[in-house]
Nanobody, 122 residues
Framework: QVQLVESGGGLVQAGGSLRLSCAASGGTFSTYAMGWFRQAPEKEREFVARIAWNGGSASYADSVKGRFTISRDNAKNTVYLQMNSLKPEDTAVYYC???????????????WGQGTQVTVSS
């Protein structure tokens, strides 16, 4: 059983930056592909970014490409999401997820965190 805890959310002005962290415990973090998702009020949860177990491959939703960067530190059991040039439409609860393969991150993640709120003011 893997536990995921997100942190780093908050209120930021448009154009600003935030770095989200997701700390994992209870499993072998380095064997899992990791992803970030978000859910805005009255909208469905959507994929944001994902990264392979070794950090060798990453992909992004078109809406965040060029602005967000996913990374991981397996020694710290942590995955990060660096968010730059934030826009009001990035406002959402952000969740991290763990899956046993990169392709499964967007199909059927095995574990989810509780989420962290990101609010971008205009």
């Amino acid at each position: 059983q893997v536990q995921l805890v997100e942190s780093g959310g908050g209120l930021v002005q448009a154009g600003g930056s935030l770095r989200l962290s997701c700390a994992a415990s209870g499993g072998t973090f380095s064997t899992y592909a990791m992803g970030w998702f978000r859910q805005a009020p009255e909208k469905e949860r959507e994929f944001v970014a994902r990264i392979a177990w070794n950090g060798g491959s990453a992909s992004y939703a078109d809406s965040v490409k060029g602005r967000f960067t996913i990374s991981r530190d397996n020694a710290k059991n942590t995955v990060y999401l660096q968010m730059n040039s934030l826009k009001p439409e990035d406002t959402a609860v952000y969740y991290c997820a763990a899956a046993r393969a990169l392709v499964l991150v967007t199909i059927r993640a095995d574990y989810w965190g509780q989420g962290t709120q990101v609010t971008v003011s205009s």
